[in-house]
């Protein structure tokens, strides 16, 4: 079982920037794909970037391609999304979450899809708005 705390989210004004952070524990994460989702209350929730513990085999959402980055530190075991000009339309509840199977890259039409991911955290809230 992989425990994910994160946190940075806040709010910002159009424009601005955040970088969100994903702490994990437990089962080892250097071998599980992991990606950001959000969700807004009444919405289903959306993958926004993945990444692999070695960097490689990203994914982006089109919403967020040349906005966002996703980065990975093992040696701390964190887990980064880096938001710059951020939209109103962006206001979400951020999750980090990790795949269930360990040293397996999703196919690239499935790295953003929910079910593939077995452990989530709690969310941060990011708010845009002027």
């Known amino acids: 079982q992989v425990e994910l705390v994160e946190s940075g989210g806040g709010s910002v004004q159009p424009g601005g920037s955040l970088r969100l952070s994903c702490v994990a524990s437990?089962?080892?994460?250097?071998?599980?794909?992991m990606a950001w989702f959000r969700q807004a209350p009444g919405k289903e929730r959306e993958g926004v970037a993945g990444?692999?513990?070695?960097?490689?085999?990203?994914a982006y959402s089109d919403p967020v391609k040349g906005r966002f980055i996703s980065a990975k530190d093992n040696s701390k075991s964190t887990l980064y999304l880096q938001m710059d000009n951020l939209k109103p339309n962006d206001t979400d509840m951020y999750y980090c979450?990790?795949?269930?199977?360990?040293?397996?890259?999703?196919?690239?039409?499935?790295?953003?899809?929910?079910?593939?991911?077995?452990?989530w955290g709690q969310g941060t809230q990011v708010t845009v708005s002027s």
């Open positions: 437990g089962d080892t994460t250097a071998s599980h794909y």
């Open positions: 990444i692999y513990y070695t960097a490689s085999s990203t």
């Open positions: 979450s990790a795949c269930g199977s360990h040293h397996t890259i999703p196919l690239p039409h499935r790295r953003l899809t929910s079910s593939l991911y077995t452990s």
